[in-house]
């Protein structure tokens, strides 16, 4: 890791990659793994950093992540005994990190499973219920496979109440969903494949129930306060005070978390149309509808790039929602500095991007916002990013390819941190 006063002195030539930050330490838990996740958070990376908080002297009691995703650090936190309060603004993210941090009785699961099971056998589907489904619904579903989903479905919320196992029930309903639809297998864009089989659902349904109760013997209950909302950080009006804030920010000109999720978020009522949820991403495109560019309101790494993307002639949609994610993040640093108790540390992983040849700097912005917040001990590390983790090319579809002839993604991730006081 190098110290940086200065964004002047932010040499990357002199940015070494860190092997401490590429070792993975050991197999993640089971737990980690029972939703699919785009971009995930490395376990391992999560569990460094509060190694690396803790050899720094950081005096760990709480732990947070304001842009939780599906709850990585708050599973390896609780995991060491840490109280954790984490946020993020999607709802079908929010409710994977509830499900990964909760503690259950597996005598519990097995018998609502059971219920479910017992449900399904005397379940009577109203009529016409696949044709007057939600419309993106039949696009994505053949009408034998929607109808069992919709069984299913129906029998988690007359069986469970309302809380921990009705969500976690949920949770495992909804990581089957790609995979019993027409989504083109391991695409990163929503599309279609014309040529996808009708899927088993009870039978993926059954393979994810016992995934998770397998992941459940793997952890050992840990008496911790564990609090994951479904909000906007940048609204939140109270914020709680923490010594630790492990996050990765979502990349501009990166994912649609809401259309990647979409398939959940209509099964489970979160929204009639998904694209109602793409309001207040940060990094959305969707973003900055209403949004005014104030070039002021940018630090000096913002406007150099917001600069070079409008002299190449990138659209203006995409100009004004690079500067809403790069004003949105330094607010965010801002807001994270209330946070922290007075020897706490902000510890961030993120990426740089690419728009035609112009290198979107997210690693020295957010330098440069540490810097401008008040921020002391600013380190930077680089680690590299496993090909078993991410392969670093994508073809024409969206798919991630080994072929050195298509499209080359990010395949490097820059460490930051800083402290208000040491």
């Excluded at 050991?26 to 996740?37: D, K, P, S």
């Excluded at 720094?56 to 650090?73: A, L, M, N, P």
């Excluded at 946070?339 to 440069?368: A, C, P, Q």
Aim: hydrophobic share 35%; aromatic share 10%.
């Amino acid at each position: 890791m190098v110290q940086i006063n200065s964004v002047e002195e932010l040499d990357y030539r002199k940015i070494n990659v860190d092997e401490e930050w590429n070792d993975c330490v050991g197999n993640e838990l089971i737990m980690h793994t029972i939703h699919a996740y785009p971009a995930k958070f490395p376990a391992f990376i999560a569990w460094k950093a509060l190694n690396y908080a803790e050899k720094e002297g950081v005096q760990i009691e709480k732990v947070s992540d304001i842009f939780c995703g599906c709850g990585t650090v708050a599973l390896e936190a609780k995991m060491r005994g840490y109280s954790f309060w984490g946020c993020d603004i999607n709802p079908v993210a929010t409710l994977i990190a509830k499900t990964k941090s909760n503690t259950y009785n597996l005598d519990e699961i097995t018998y609502f499973y059971n219920q479910i099971l017992e449900n399904i056998k005397k379940c009577e589907l109203p009529p016409n219920v696949y044709q007057e489904a939600n419309d993106r619904l039949k696009y994505w579903y053949y009408e034998v496979t929607y109808c069992d989903l919709y069984k299913l479905r129906q029998a988690i919320i007359e069986e469970i109440p309302d809380g921990k196992y009705r969500e976690a029930f949920e949770c495992i309903f909804s990581s089957i969903l790609k995979a019993c639809s027409k989504w083109l297998t391991k695409s990163i864009k929503p599309q279609v494949d014309s040529e996808k089989k009708e899927i088993d659902v009870m039978l993926q349904f059954d393979k994810q129930i016992n995934k998770f109760i397998r992941a459940l013997s793997e952890i050992k209950d840990k008496d911790t306060h564990i609090v994951i909302n479904c909000e906007n950080f940048l609204a939140k009006k109270e914020l709680p005070e923490t010594d630790l804030i492990i996050t990765s920010p979502p990349y501009v000109t990166s994912y649609e978390y809401a259309d990647l999720h979409q398939l959940s978020s209509l099964w489970l009522g979160y929204a009639d149309d998904y694209r109602e949820l793409r309001k207040g991403s940060i990094g959305s495109v969707y973003n900055s509808d209403n949004f005014m560019l104030d070039a002021q309101q940018l630090n000096n790494t913002g406007k150099e790039v917001i600069d070079a993307l409008e002299n190449i002639g990138m659209p203006n949609s995409k100009v004004k929602s690079v500067a809403r994610y790069y004003i949105d993040m330094q607010n965010a640093v801002k807001r994270c500095k209330k946070m922290l108790t007075d020897k706490g540390m902000l510890f961030l992983v993120v990426g740089d991007t690419e728009y035609k040849g112009v290198k979107i700097l997210n690693s020295k912005h957010l330098v440069e916002s540490l810097l401008d917040s008040g921020f002391q001990d600013i380190k930077i590390g680089k680690r590299t990013i496993s090909k078993r983790i991410c392969i670093p090319y994508r073809d024409e579809k969206g798919k991630f390819s080994k072929d050195k002839s298509k499209r080359k993604v990010y395949h490097e991730e820059f460490i930051i941190s800083g402290r208000l006081s040491t």
